[in-house]
């Protein structure tokens, strides 16, 4: 089952067949459909049977955090409160290399684990993690963009930098990583709150630097912290503008949340092409708010999911998805998705906030072979639902509902497995 357009823009955006098949070269696709049809068109090819298993396009996270998976489900506090008591102690613990080796193992296999291929990362604040972080991300063959976070205020003095060393520890990192293989470099201030004028004014200098780099940070997350950028910046008219101002908004640029954006900020979001990461089961786990998608729409600013761990729960787009689904059924303006619009969430629309929907987010022949294998775990309610459904879209729709890290088989990263059950 793959989304080979944009459903929020065409009907016949969905593409399932009840027994299919995927052929691919190594590394690119070659054909996909009905299996009896494909088999005829490529009968020496090498045959991988999962019957029983179903075959997505491998999810695309565009906002996760690298050293936060130890405060998954740490609960109680809104955002500000949340990341001066959990988050930032537990993100400066991350300090040596060896620890920092052992928590991007971690974090990389469950990325993969969960059918994630590719991922938008927020790193750490420390150079030698943020370095061995992706030492660990090149090896795993996943498609990493990352950046070491920036930030000179407003943190705790073990996560606080300056300009200078700023400018040095993501100068070396950019040459380190940036390019090669499936990495690639984001600069990453925190947020607003955390960042000094100079320093925003070195990110739009180093944003300038290397050609491909993009942009990652947070918006609008929580109505507090909207409040503080408005007190922190008088100058600006509002929290795009902060990073508008210093040239940081543009088709690299990556937005985590948006929950309480003006009219304004949307238009000119819109206007500028930059993207927005959706990090709904975050949103509801701090209580931010629930994200205005159709507003979005309206503007035609461009969204993906992010799971958002470690304020989200887990690490699963599945679930992401799901949680997509739920918000805008709360909401009195919501936009009322379906499966194939969760489909196309989970893997297309990040793709296209990558700036890689010309290589990977659905089966069409021509695109690298990244995917994910889902077979229901037997005696699971999933599988009993499974045994019932009429149709391809109402399996998917039990998939996004059921489906979760355990049903996960194998995940292919450009024709190339990085996880399977078997590999355990
Ligand atoms: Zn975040």
């Known amino acids: 089952m793959h ?32 299996y009896a049809t ?115 205020q407003n943190l705790i003095p073990e996560l606080e930098t300056t300009t200078e060393r700023a ?32 320093l925003l004014e070195l990110c739009g200098e180093l944003m300038g630097g290397e050609p491909g780099l993009f942009f990652q940070t947070h918006i609008n997350e929580n109505i507090q912290e909207v409040a503080l950028v408005r007190s922190l910046f008088p100058e600006c008219r509002d929290y795009f503008d902060t990073y508008e101002k210093y040239g940081l908004a543009g088709r690299h640029s990556i937005f985590a949340h948006n929950l309480h954006v003006s009219e304004g900020e949307l238009s000119r979001m819109g206007a500028c092409g930059c993207s927005v990461a959706h990090c709904p089961s975050s949103n509801a786990f701090l209580g931010s708010g629930a994200f205005p998608m159709a507003r979005h729409l309206q503007h035609g600013v461009r969204f993906g999911v992010g799971c958002d761990v470690g304020a989200g729960s887990g690490f699963s787009l599945l679930n992401e998805s799901l949680r997509a689904y739920e918000t805008q059924m709360l909401r009195d303006d ?14 297309a629309a990040g793709a296209e906030v990558m700036g890689l929907a010309d290589r990977i987010g659905d089966f069409s022949p021509g695109k690298e072979a990244d995917f994910v294998l889902i077979q229901p775990p037997r005696s699971s309610t999933l599988s009993a639902v499974l045994e019932q459904t009429q149709s391809c879209e109402a399996a998917l729709g039990a998939l996004f509902t059921l489906a979760r890290e355990e049903s996960v088989v194998a995940t292919y990263v450009a024709g190339r497995r990085v996880f399977s059950h078997e590999l355990d």
């Open 334 to 347: 919501g936009y009322r998705l379906s499966p194939k619009h969760l489909l196309y969430l989970s893997g």
């Open 38 to 152: 494909v088999r005829k068109e490529h009968p020496d090819a090498e045959l991988l049977d999962h019957r029983g298993a179903f075959l997505l396009p491998g999810f695309v996270d565009t906002h996760v955090h690298f050293p936060q998976l130890t405060i998954i489900g740490s609960m109680g506090l809104p955002l500000l409160e949340w990341l001066k008591q959990r988050t930032f102690p537990a993100e400066a613990a991350l300090g040596g290399v060896q620890a920092a080796e052992t928590a991007a193992d971690i974090f990389l296999e469950r990325l993969a684990a969960n059918g994630t291929t590719a991922a938008v990362v927020f790193g750490s604040h420390l150079f030698d993690a943020q370095d061995a972080f992706f030492r660990k991300a090149l090896s795993s063959g996943l498609r990493i963009t990352s950046g070491l976070v920036l930030g000179d």
């Open 3 to 34: 989304t080979p357009a944009n459903p929020f823009e065409s009907d016949r955006a969905f593409a399932a067949y009840a027994d299919g098949a995927l052929v691919f070269d190594g590394k690119k696709i070659l054909a996909c459909g009905a």
């Open 167 to 198: 400018q040095e520890e993501t100068t070396e990192l950019i040459s380190r990583y940036h390019g090669a293989e499936h990495i690639r470099y984001a600069v990453t201030p925190r947020f607003s709150v955390s960042c000094s004028r100079p």
